[in-house]
């Protein structure tokens, strides 16, 4: 793996950890993630592959990717405070999140280092693999996939939220006096 590689995988594991500690629903909430998997997308997707089965396989880590990123949206907590909503993500969705990148991180370190070049060879001529490409295309539209559905999961989720309102000044009454002003 290059370093661009582990930089860009350990800054989309961060973005979940640093959910981990409740913070406020906003536009960088949305847009980070989106920022980095747009980055890993043109990096890396060069070309779709449609030949023999790697439309399959695309599918496949697709919607695997789909089930991760919903499941992690819904176990991401929401709640309103002060006029605004507050996220954090659960053990759950960090896990979900973790197992999501450590897969993908986990095959192509087995791939690179020896462990798993021959067996996907034989796998991707078994099953009609065309090419080195339809593999990483799975593996960042999974990626891709995850982010997004996660997002857009946690996006819907918060249209049910209504913010609290925010409390109201404390000059009403005064405790000293024990009256309303």
Known sequence: ?????????????LVVFRQLREGRLDLKTFLIPLGIV????????????????DLVLIGTLVGAGAVLGIAGGVYTRIRPAGGHLLIKA????????????????????????????????RFSIAHHITSDQAWTAAFVLMALTEVVTRLATIYLR?????PAPRAAGVAASSPVLGRTR
Request: proline letters at 2%.
């Open 1 to 13: 793996m290059t370093t661009t590689e582990w930089i860009t995988d350990i800054a989309l594991l």
């Open 38 to 53: 747009a980055f890993v997308a043109h990096t890396y997707l060069d070309s779709i592959p449609t030949a023999g089965n």
């Open 158 to 162: 918060s249209r049910t939220v209504r």
């Open 90 to 121: 659960g053990a759950v969705s960090a896990v979900l999140w973790v197992v999501g990148m450590g897969a993908r991180m986990g095959f192509q370190l087995w791939v690179e280092h020896g462990g798993g070049a021959d067996n996907v060879g």
